[in-house]
């Protein structure tokens, strides 16, 4: 079946340096993309989002980049903070039975260090 | 409330026991979704329910798994007859509207339930 993956399983890096966490998707048929943060023994946190109509969505400190060609999210952090450290998971929307469920990647764990 | 409820956080039971976990969506949210999270793995999708009604229930992975959704509100899922495969935590998602094609609208999360079996 298709699915949403994740490149890199884990990424460190210094604080106030810029990240980038990237996705592959699988589904061209997708038209709804979501970076969720999660962090230690909480639920996801919506992050942004992006529709398949976009190529790019800013937002305070992130900004999410859909290729539509190559079927790639990444989702870039600027001047990251240790309070950005979390798994951070791509997400599409797949409609099916009615309901448009997520599609998760397995998540890539950032690690800020001061 | 603020935002979507779970209880409870941590329920640690033994094989073949029964289970009910609980999910107070945001309020004036249509749409409820039940996911799972293994150690280590990505949420996968259980069951969904549009007001009281459960269209789209193809992730539950067995039939020991049902769950129920009353006033279009609260929503139970429950596990039967409890295996170790199950240990993982169980995530509820809101969002505001019925599904319509083209318009998906965004999930929001609740902390989740900490499931052990022992």
């Known amino acids: 079946g298709e699915s949403v993956g994740l490149h890199l399983p884990t990424l460190s890096v210094q604080e106030g340096d810029n990240s980038i966490i990237n996705c592959a998707y699988s589904?061209?048929?997708?038209?709804?993309f979501i970076w969720y943060k999660q962090e230690s023994g909480k639920g996801p946190q919506f992050i942004i989002d992006?529709?398949?109509?976009?190529d790019k969505r800013q937002g305070q400190r992130v900004t999410v980049l859909l290729n539509k060609t190559v079927k790639h999210l990444s989702l870039q952090i600027a001047a990251t903070q240790p309070g950005d450290s979390a798994v951070y998971f791509c997400?599409?929307?797949?409609?099916?039975?009615?309901?448009?469920?997520?599609?998760f990647g397995k998540g890539t764990k950032l690690t800020v260090n001061p | 409330g603020a935002g979507v409820s779970q209880s409870p956080s941590n329920k640690v039971t033994e094989k073949g026991k029964d289970v009910e976990l609980r999910c107070d969506p945001i309020?004036?949210?249509?749409?409820l979704y039940w996911y799972r999270q293994s150690l280590g793995q990505g949420l996968e999708f259980l069951i969904y329910?549009?007001?009281?009604?459960?269209?789209?229930k193809s992730g539950l992975p067995s039939d020991r798994f049902s769950a129920e959704r009353t006033g279009g509100s609260v929503s139970t899922l429950t596990i039967q007859r409890t295996q170790q495969e199950d240990s993982a935590v169980y995530l509820c998602?809101?969002?505001?509207?019925?599904?319509?094609?083209?318009?998906?609208?965004?999930?929001?999360f609740g902390p989740g339930t900490r499931l052990t079996v022992l």
């Open positions: 329910f549009q007001g009281n009604s459960a269209p789209d």
């Open positions: 998602a809101s969002s505001f509207r019925a599904f319509v094609s083209g318009s998906s609208d965004t999930q929001y």
């Open positions: 992006i529709r398949s109509n976009m």
């Open positions: 997400a599409e929307t797949e409609a099916g039975g009615g309901s448009e469920k997520l599609v």
């Open positions: 309020s004036g949210h249509t749409a």
């Open positions: 589904n061209s048929a997708s038209d709804y």
